[in-house]
């Protein structure tokens, strides 16, 4: 199996917050047996420079960064831009469709706001891909919205898929890849189990409802590079659950 494992840092977001801890983090990670990194949640306020020497002194390799839109991206392009390039990535992300992007027209104008968005990254020598979260599943003249974005923008653009934000909107993810095959390097696999009181947990992978071999499979057959494990909230050590997670991917053939 040709795709590689990753960790998301969003996982681990409180322990980011300055340059001891985020080494201190990446310490950890690497221990586990982590070498692949998506950065996120790092603060602006640290330098990138500072980044790229824990990256080093850990071993890991940074091979996207993910920004929010408008924020790192609709307010400062050239500063998300100038992180990935420093940080050494090879794929900068942008996530979320805004709320009040809601009809077509409004989609088309979104669509062109982000194709500048990616001259620039391109022009930089990054791969711009998209990542959609929850909301962006929502329906938009009977298909989920990012689908008619990824239909609007080039296709040089790439998909970062989540996996457990379809089974959230109720659809499956196994035709997505499929569909998207070849323009989909980079996959998040979130796990999430029923809680007693009905509220659905996130769960390191392998401990929640998701069903991960075949998804792994489908990666593998639409030539998926990177998988990462991803887990914002914990019901023990978040570090913990990041090995739990590594074990499991690790078991099923990474």
């Known amino acids: 199996m040709s795709v590689k494992l990753g960790f998301q840092l969003s996982s681990v977001t409180p322990y980011l917050d300055t340059p001891e801890r985020l080494l201190h983090s990446f310490r950890r990670l690497a221990e586990i047996g982590y070498r692949n990194v998506q950065l996120q949640s790092v603060p602006m306020e640290i330098q990138d420079n500072i980044i790229m020497e824990a990256l080093i002194d850990t071993g890991l390799n940074c091979v996207a960064t993910q920004e929010d839109y408008p924020l790192g991206f609709g307010a400062n392009p050239e500063r998300a831009i100038a ?10 992300c942008c996530a979320l469709i805004p ?9 088309q104008r979104f669509s062109e706001k ?21 909301p962006d599943f929502r329906d938009m003249d009977g298909l989920p919205v990012f689908e008619r974005l990824m239909e609007l923008l080039s296709k040089d653009v790439q998909l970062t898929f989540c996996v457990n934000a379809a089974f959230g909107a109720g659809i499956d993810p196994l035709p997505i890849f499929a569909k998207f095959a070849r323009r989909i390097d980079l996959v998040h696999f979130k796990d999430d189990a029923p809680m007693p009181n009905g509220v659905r947990h996130l769960m390191p992978l392998g ?3 998701h069903d991960w071999a075949p998804i792994l499979q489908a990666c593998d057959q639409a030539s998926v590079k990177y998988v990462f494990a991803e887990q914002e909230r914990w019901l023990k050590d978040a570090f913990d659950c990041a090995k739990d997670s590594f074990e499991y991917l690790i078991r099923l053939g990474l």
């Open 83 to 92: 992180r990935a390039v420093c940080c050494g990535a090879k794929y900068l």
């Open 99 to 107: 709320r009040e992007v809601d009809t077509p027209e409004k989609l």
């Open 114 to 134: 982000l194709s500048q968005i990616a001259k620039k990254v391109q022009a930089a020598g990054l791969i711009f891909t998209f990542h959609p979260i929850a």
């Open 207 to 209: 401990q929640g409802t």
